[in-house]
């Protein structure tokens, strides 16, 4: 009868022990790889528990044991299922994505994309690039829409409006901008016509020229007239009439009116680079009206030529076969710049 109580009773503290033990393993797992590291496999880590990816505990082919609750971007070493070699990772800032670890304390430097779309008109470039002339450097800065060389200026023409420029124009002077629009940019590109557009917008609203339209249009050599009717004509060089405008060059001159200011963009862009060119102290004079002032150098004689050189007109800008700039001085108070 002893013996048979012995033995039941041992049998009895095995079962004992057996139940403790199982209860003890399922409540607190062995951690195999202990936790020591970052990482931002995944936000949903900011979250983790218990089944969070379910029993299995797996995510994205690798699988893990836990020891407790980890913190933020915390997670234990990973395991592949498919490698069973242990995956070390590095410590990796938050705000970094994963194996792209950076030396401490160096600057990180962000460049921001170039917006290639104009916001303002699907035509116009987003950005445009100023490159000035090895050969002349003295020459008008070349504006190109594909940079040339790594010292190029970048222009961020997208959205260079300024509604409070709006200018009302009524129907008859309307008809008179966009045909002058043509005869003086009729083989221009969109932009090109905008610039002209601008000019011619921007001699009428500023006031610089005074508040007489048809003189002002008279003194900018547009060939524009105003009849006694109250009609604008425009001729062209030849002394016909500008009779049939196309849609392109109608836009341009809305655009101008409605207060784009992509020139004066440009052209503050430009005296910023003539300024570290040639040391100089050029300010707002050179762009505060944008480009009221062209020319087409190929079309123009020396003495004309002599009068737009650097010295008289500090900053200018060429554009397909135009030049455009918004100051210039007469002979008398030329700079001495080359």
């Known amino acids: ?59 994205e082919g690798y699988s893990f044991e836990r020891e407790h609750p980890v913190e933020k971007y915390q997670v234990p070493n990973l395991v592949s299922d498919d490698d069973t070699t ?14 792209e ?31 000035i002339n090895e050969d002349k450097p003295e020459a008008p800065l070349m504006l190109l829409e594909e940079r040339k060389s790594e010292t ?8 260079a409006i300024d ?3 709006a200018y009302q124009a009524n129907q008859e002077l309307f008809l008179c901008i966009c045909k002058v629009v043509f005869r003086e940019s009729g083989n221009q590109p969109f932009l090109g016509k905008l610039f002209v557009a601008e000019g011619l917008v921007s001699r009428i609203a500023s006031g610089v020229y005074g508040s007489d339209i048809p003189a002002i249009l008279k003194q ?67 762009y505060q009206y944008g480009s009221i002032y062209h020319y087409a150098p190929d079309l123009v004689g020396e003495k004309e030529l002599n009068k737009r050189v650097i010295n008289c007109v500090p900053v200018s800008f060429e554009y397909y076969d135009h030049a455009f700039y918004g100051f210039w001085l007469n002979k008398k108070y030329a700079m001495n710049i080359v």
């Not at 030396?103 to 104009?118: C, F, G, H, T």
């Not at 190029?152 to 959205?159: A, G, L, M, Q």
């Not at 392109?248 to 003539?274: F, M, P």
């Open 86 to 99: 242990n995956i070390e990772k590095e410590v990796i800032e938050p705000s970094q994505s994963e194996g």
């Open 220 to 286: 900018g050599g547009y060939g524009a007239e105003l009849d006694e009717n109250g009609v604008y004509h425009v001729y062209h060089l030849d002394g016909t009439e500008v009779i049939d405008v196309p849609q392109a060059d109608i836009d341009a001159a809305i655009l101008a009116l409605s207060g784009t200011t992509i020139s004066k963009e440009i052209l503050e862009k430009a005296t910023q680079v003539r300024n570290e060119q040639y040391s100089l102290s050029l300010g707002p004079e050179c």
């Open 152 to 159: 190029d200026v970048i222009v961020d023409i997208s959205s």
């Open 101 to 131: 670890q950076e030396p401490e304390n160096q600057e990180v430097i962000v460049q921001e994309e170039e917006p290639a779309v104009s916001m303002i008109d699907s035509r116009l470039p987003g950005i445009v690039y100023i490159h």
């Open 1 to 59: 009868m002893y013996k048979r109580n012995i033995k039941v009773l041992r049998v009895g503290i095995f079962f004992w022990i057996f139940y403790v033990t199982a209860i003890m393993s399922i409540s607190y797992p062995v951690l195999k790889y202990p936790v020591k590291t970052y990482c931002t496999v995944s936000s949903d880590f900011e979250n983790f528990s218990d089944t969070a990816y379910g029993k299995e505990n797996k995510i």
């Open 163 to 165: 509604n409070q420029k």
